[in-house]
């Protein structure tokens, strides 16, 4: 099941994003977690790819980097953006390719590790399809019974 819901995406503004942005955070529709890309490298340190909790703020992300990756300091481009599709989409149509090339260049395993994560979210994404059709806390179905009825 896709939810390639018609919504047009701009590929190459993403991409250019993808080209040039230090620490990225990509939201989902169907899941709260964020894809997190720290491109930044030094000696000790490669790229970060992990999978985060949401933040109310920019300004809690950065507390949040500064707690993880505080050898950098604070970024010079941090940018957010929600894919208003699947993960599956995301993967199929490679729209992380520029993105992939990047941190291949500055770690071994940069791209194994986006992969790796992208495997993760799609998971995620499968069993918030499956919540939603078997009705769960964060999908409730319309025709449950409300406890007061």
Not at 12 to 34: K, N, S, T, Y
Not at 54 to 70: C, F, M, N, S
Not at 120 to 145: F, H, M, P, T, Y
């Amino acid at each position: 099941m896709l939810t390639e819901n018609g919504l047009e995406v701009d590929v190459e503004a993403v991409h250019d994003l993808l080209r040039r942005a230090d620490v990225l955070a990509i939201g989902f529709p169907l899941f709260p977690e964020r894809l997190l890309i720290d491109t930044r490298t030094s000696g000790d340190e490669g790229p970060l790819v992990a999978i985060v909790e949401p933040v109310a703020t920019v300004q809690e992300r950065y507390l949040w980097l500064g707690k993880h990756r505080g050898n950098f300091g604070a970024p010079e481009a941090f940018s957010f953006f929600t894919w208003p599709h699947t993960v599956r989409g995301m993967r199929e149509r490679d729209i992380l390719a520029p993105l992939r090339s990047r941190l291949a260049d500055v770690s071994n395993d940069g791209g194994e590790m986006l992969d790796q994560a992208l495997e993760r979210l799609a998971g995620l994404e499968q069993n918030a399809i499956r919540d939603a059709i078997k009705g769960s806390q964060a999908w409730r179905a319309v025709w449950e019974k409300s406890a007061a009825a």
